[in-house]
């Protein structure tokens, strides 16, 4: 009765990421790596469930053949039926251990005594999700010996560069988020509801194509409207839009966990036409930022890019014009890698993925125009295909 | 051009909350208490956006007739259009905090010094979600003559008895989880890609009912299918069911962030006898767990009366059979204060709400069956009006 759960990648690629882990832990000294990231967690071992409101700890240790996972006893087949790992490297904690006076990093820190392990250095996600002080507070004290490390973005840095399968989920997430779009600019009207609208757009998301379903996205599409497109991250509330608003759509497809962001502008009417003018100054700062990536450029240097396109308008820009992306479990899709802003220096290369959103923020309205897209061997490839312009109706 | 977002409680109710608030800070000895859980920032200053990727904190302290808000600058407007907090009380850091060398904490803790706090007691939610390790150890290197206590839950506790107008949101929530309810079992079928099945209960669980649209949920509707029935936390996938195989749908309804939650198990054909016999039994529990509930009993007399009438069945249960709910972001919609299980004394009041879901796990299949509830003068009010029973189709 059932079926195993289709696993998205093969034991070899898995493999690969934890050499590439393991070879990094060595250049930083690390002899054990404790991650609590969900996407980390996942990227490492597979393991995909809506689970992560309690503590789940993945360990690597330098030389082991698999990672060894540590989640609640109630998903233990969870972890059977979506990882990698043989049956003896998936552990349990008790439920006295969940939002009680034990700690699972207390039930970690006696295996890792256990194993032989008290007395090592030890890497910790310091500003990782799901690693909450009191967590890291309680390793601390059941392992003083442990010399303990700050490893935020050492698997994050593994994930930056993509295979081609990973790329592959990449694409399909695009052609789902470029239909939402079409759903949602399509339900998006004058006396609609917007949380009418908003479970459209999600209906299409997980819908997906008729080749690939949707996975739930790590950020709800964001919908502000009217004088909220001022405000990036508000959501749908129960209004009706209204004549001449302004609407932002920003969604993303996902497949397999591999987020496809993509963002559009709409006026329910005439816009301004200094809405116009703005909308057209930054499709043009897009396609220049577009233009300038290509291996060996650095991030700094696609915004570069972008900043002397818009210099002399009055689109202005102070935060980053995007983020690396990929995997991606709430709150975020953003990879917390390599940024599109002045002074990061990270180089490009190919099989790197971005979302290139300069979002632009006005008194009275926001216009949002992005892209996701992957670095070729010498430009970008957008996974999205859609108008890249004001949308009006 | 638009509007103001409608705001769901007045500031009479914000005020009181701040009050019980600063009574429970004097209690602890607290001067300063910093908050992170997006779910309590919201409690206490109605601050409602999908933006809880980067650091926002919440400053109480004792004497202060509003909380002050620390927000990333371009979630300014979020804040001015959401919050009950007058313009001098939102406080922004620029982007160079953002995923880079310095820390919004580090920016709290010199406006902590220049308020003439930085010698206080302060309170900070150690194992609140959004507080990383590094976020706590920024706060205590830049303020070192603090004194940091840990007050994780404070607010949980006086979130755990909710007002009427709380309550009124959950009725609407329940009423949204039942018609989702619907529109699944209706989706769920032999043939149909699940996530299609999960399109369709996010379509309803937004576009909620004639009176009141619905929020996001803080959890994924939860839909595993076939063995995965036996892993309450897997999402949906790609396949199609099966003829013969159990789904397990959880979802909640929500309005203004509160939570209904609802449970139900189905099978595509006949279950096995002994199906029909677990299903028999935990709805007995179930209904004898609701007949428990009144003031002035525990939440562990309540889980007796559960583990009582299942008593001498092939029905086993190690995990809480319940949690109380209410407010919700990602990751999760329990509220981390009271729970059904054993050991836990919390006294049972009047308006407290809670998710009563005896999920059991055999080998080959789960089934669970929940409702949520509020305490009444004498009883329980669930939300929604569902067929307590295992749906055959």
Tied chains: 1, 2.
Aim: glycine share 8%; proline share 5%.
């Amino acid at each position: 009765m059932g079926q195993l759960v289709r696993r998205p990648f093969d034991d070899a690629e898995y493999r690969e990421r934890l050499r590439e882990t393991q070879l990094r832990m060595g250049e930083r000294g690390l002899d054990v790596l404790l991650l609590t990231d969900p996407a980390n967690v996942y990227y490492l071992s597979g393991y995909d469930a809506y689970s992560f409101y309690t503590p789940q700890i993945l360990i690597v240790t330098a030389e082991s053949a698999q990672p060894v996972g540590v989640w609640r006893e109630q998903d233990y087949r969870c972890a059977t039926e979506t990882t990698w790992l043989d049956d003896e490297n998936v552990l349990l904690y008790t439920d006295d251990y969940v939002d009680a006076e034990r700690h699972p990093m207390e039930f970690v820190a006696d295996l890792l005594r256990d194993r032989g392990d008290a007395g090592t250095t030890v890497g910790v996600e310091m500003d990782a999700y799901y690693l909450s002080a009191r967590a890291y507070r309680a390793l601390h004290r059941a392992l003083p010996e442990a010399t303990l490390r700050d490893a935020t973005g050492l698997v994050n840095g593994v994930r930056l560069v993509k295979s081609d399968r990973e790329v592959d989920y990449h694409r399909h997430a695009g052609k789902i988020a470029e239909r939402a779009m079409r759903v949602g600019v399509e339900a998006i009207d004058v006396g609609v509801r917007q949380s009418e609208a908003a479970g459209a757009v999600y209906d299409a998301l997980l819908s997906g194509t008729a080749e690939t379903g949707g996975d739930y996205p790590a950020i709800v599409p964001l919908m502000p409207s009217g004088r909220g497109t001022g405000s990036p991250h508000l959501t749908w509330t129960d209004e009706a839009y209204e004549a001449g608003e302004p609407v932002i759509l920003e969604l993303a497809g996902v497949v397999n966990r591999y987020h496809s962001p993509l963002a559009r502008t709409m006026f329910l009417g005439e816009p301004p036409a200094e809405a116009r003018e703005a909308a057209a100054v930054i499709v043009e700062g897009l396609e220049a930022a577009l233009d300038a990536v290509e291996p060996g450029v650095t991030c700094e240097a696609v915004e570069r890019a972008w900043r002397e396109r818009i210099e002399g308008t009055r689109v202005e820009k102070e935060s980053r014009i995007g983020y690396s992306t990929g995997i991606g479990y709430p709150p975020t899709w953003i990879e917390r890698t390599a940024n599109i802003r002045p002074g990061d220096e990270t180089v490009l290369e190919e099989n790197m993925v971005f979302h290139l959103i300069p979002g632009v923020w006005f008194d009275d309205y926001g216009i949002e125009i992005s892209e996701s897209f992957r670095v070729t061997g010498d430009g970008a490839e957008t996974f999205a295909d859609f108008p890249r312009e004001l949308i009006v109706k």
